[in-house]
């Protein structure tokens, strides 16, 4: 199930779409091998069995088919996309379901493996998102450590792209950047910025997108802040 590509944004590319682990198979896949190893053992070696045990067993072999065919469905039906712009993950045949992050909210990526999962090859991606999000977690993630570096090179490249100044703050350019980026880019306000109580309003503006992206403020106080802050520049 490739990813829609009428679902891109202009200008929005893919550049990574991923299937799940085929550990998200889970225990399906050994119930299903041991009910069929079960009923042909028994239908060789006791062929004189009486009929209720052949019907039972075999009744234990299709519910763990079923089982096995509803976990291969999901995963084929699910898929992680990265684009330049988002992460989507995406689920479902008929009733579809599916999570959408702006790269531009992400705060911190991370992931986790252990010891089997490393063997396996798999794992769980977090995302930590600004507002009432909070941490996403994926889970079944092929090659974990890998897409968590392709999030954090689009991240970085968005980011570098939307904001080239501390000054383009408040001026209508999206700012997609985390106040670390400008960690000390005020500790001496350039010439011409105005300032307020020995910072400069870009730097308020920083502290006041971070408590926003944080959840500490809410969206209408964060706007009304904003636009005091703005008409000061």
Known sequence: MAFPRRLLTEGESVVLEL???????????PAATAAVAA????TIAFPKAPVAVGEALLAVAAVAGLWLAARA???????????????????????????????DRVNEISYRQSIGERLLGTGRLYLEVGGERG???????????????????????????????????????????TPHDWAGAFDTPPA???????????????????????GVVSETEFGERRARLVELL
């Open 19 to 29: 299937r799940p682990h085929w550990a998200s198979f889970g225990w399906s896949v």
């Open 39 to 42: 009923l042909v053992s028994v």
């Open 73 to 103: 469905i999901r995963r084929a039906t699910t898929a992680l996309v990265v684009t330049n712009a988002r992460l989507v993950q995406r689920s479902g045949v008929l009733a579809r379901q599916g999570v959408e992050v702006q790269l």
């Open 135 to 177: 941490f996403l977690a994926f889970h079944h993630v092929r090659r974990p450590a890998e897409v968590a570096a392709v999030l954090h090179e689009q991240l970085g490249g968005r980011r570098s792209a939307t904001v080239s100044h501390p000054h383009d703050i408040g001026r209508g350019r999206h700012h997609g950047y």
């Open 192 to 214: 011409g910025v105005p300032v307020i109580e020995g910072r400069s309003v870009a730097q308020q503006l920083v502290e006041l997108e971070d408590l926003y992206r944080r």
